[in-house]
């Protein structure tokens, strides 16, 4: 058998370090710390701009700052607006009810899952999809919905939401088949997430 070489060990692809004197940043990286060997032949004075090279060669190097005239022109604040307390108060109960109003209608369609099954004729294995489908479409578009929010703004997707959820949550019951109840529910669940 013939002798390994590093090439056959990888797979004909070996990456080896190259030599301790070779080595192209070999130099560079011992003037981290600020010392330089003697016998090197880069001197600190080559790595800084021509501004700080006859300096002490241990002052910091600090970049030159631009002169007041030349700064960029930063934006102005943005305008802090004050909520009395009745105005904070009402978004705060606006926003608490639609929570509560969001998890009651969940709790409420549990309850009348039996009557519906007997009225539309359901299979007991499609009932759980009533339930599921406003789950799933929720869970699915509270990401979307955020990101909504961030680009138009909290006040306008919150309205659309709670527009959207009122609409399908009083459109679902005059379904006549069990499928229309599975599709306003998972509609009412996007509603839901945006709010």
């Given at each position: ?20 004197g ?12 600020g ?47 004050e ?41 007991e ?12 479409t ?48 998972a509609?009412s ?7």
């Open positions: 058998m013939t002798e390994r070489t590093a090439d056959t060990l990888a797979g004909a692809s070996a990456i080896l370090p190259p030599a301790p070779v080595a192209p940043l070999g130099t560079a990286m011992e003037t981290v710390g010392v330089v060997p003697k016998n090197s032949e880069l001197q600190r004075n080559d790595l800084l701009p021509d501004d700080h090279k006859d300096k002490d060669a241990l002052a910091p190097y600090v970049p030159p700052s631009l002169p007041k005239d030349e700064e960029e022109p930063s934006e102005p604040p943005l305008p802090v607006r909520l009395s307390r009745a105005r904070l108060v009402a978004i705060a109960s606006v926003a608490t009810f639609t929570m509560v109003l969001s998890a009651m209608g969940n709790s409420a369609l549990n309850i009348a899952l039996p009557t519906i099954q007997v009225e539309l004729e359901m299979k294995t499609d009932l759980q999809w009533i339930s599921s489908a406003y789950s799933l929720f869970g699915c578009f509270l990401l979307l919905a955020g990101r909504l929010a961030d680009i138009h703004g909290r006040k306008l997707v919150f309205l659309c939401g709670a527009f959207w959820y009122g609409i399908w949550t009083l459109v679902g019951p005059f379904f006549p088949n069990g499928a229309g109840l599975v599709v306003s529910r509609l669940g996007c509603g839901a997430a945006l709010t």
